[in-house]
């Protein structure tokens, strides 16, 4: 796959799932902040504001200010600089360059928020059975995991196409060579004399 159309696909996944998480926060905020919780299908999905001050389910939520700007916005901009730059060096697959631009873009976003809102990070769903419940997420949270689960899936395709390709060759390698059988070639006339 060219750069370009690297850069092309890397870019409009990036950009569109920027913009849906981005909508969907300024949404969420306005239908949801200051409200009770909403709930549907049995409490299984529910709808409540949130703000986080740690990464993905508040990890690092309690650190210092200061630990939290260096790790959260300092350190994610850099790794996310890192696999964007990674992947659209790097020859891989559509479905590699579309699991690592969700990464980023969910990454991104997220990381946006920490930009605009003093270091928090605008969550708004919640999903479970009874007691046992995610935590508080949104749509760039879901975008990394789906980048995580398309990473996931390409590489096991790709680990198993090696491993058959492998085996075909493997056993080319080794099949006995069996001699080559040719007809034989028909006797040469003899010239008939006639007296």
């Known amino acids: 796959m060219s750069l370009v159309r690297r850069f092309v696909i890397f870019g409009l996944v990036t950009f569109l799932s920027i913009a849906l998480d981005?909508?969907?926060?300024?949404?969420?905020?306005?239908?949801?902040?200051?409200q009770p919780t909403l709930?549907?299908?049995?409490?299984?999905?529910?709808?409540?504001?949130?703000?986080?001050?740690?990464?993905?389910?508040?990890?690092?939520?309690?650190?210092?200010?200061t630990v939290r700007?260096?790790?959260?916005?300092?350190?994610?901009?850099?790794l996310l600089l890192a696999i964007s730059v990674h992947a659209l060096r790097n020859p891989v697959d559509t479905?590699?360059?579309?699991?690592?631009?969700?990464?980023?873009?969910?990454?991104?976003?997220?990381?946006?928020?920490?930009?605009?809102?003093?270091?928090?990070?605008?969550d708004f769903m919640n999903m479970g059975l009874g007691s046992l419940r995610t935590g508080v997420f949104n749509v760039a949270d879901l975008a990394i995991l789906a980048g995580i689960g398309v990473l996931l899936i390409a590489g096991w395709k790709q680990d198993r196409a090696a491993k058959a390709a492998a085996a075909v060759s493997s056993a080319v390698a080794t099949a006995p060579t069996q001699p080559v059988i040719t007809d034989p070639a028909p006797p040469a006339e003899t010239p008939r004399h006639d007296a």
Request: aromatic fraction near 16%; proline fraction near 3%.
């Open 22 to 34: 981005q909508v969907t926060k300024v949404l969420a905020t306005d239908a949801f902040k200051g």
């Open 95 to 122: 479905a590699n360059l579309s699991g690592y631009a969700l990464i980023v873009s969910g990454g991104f976003s997220n990381w946006i928020d920490r930009a605009r809102f003093g270091g928090v990070v605008v």
């Open 39 to 65: 709930s549907y299908l049995g409490d299984t999905f529910r709808f409540q504001y949130a703000t986080n001050e740690g990464a993905f389910l508040s990890l690092g939520g309690n650190l210092p200010p």
């Open 69 to 78: 700007f260096w790790l959260l916005t300092v350190g994610v901009g850099a």
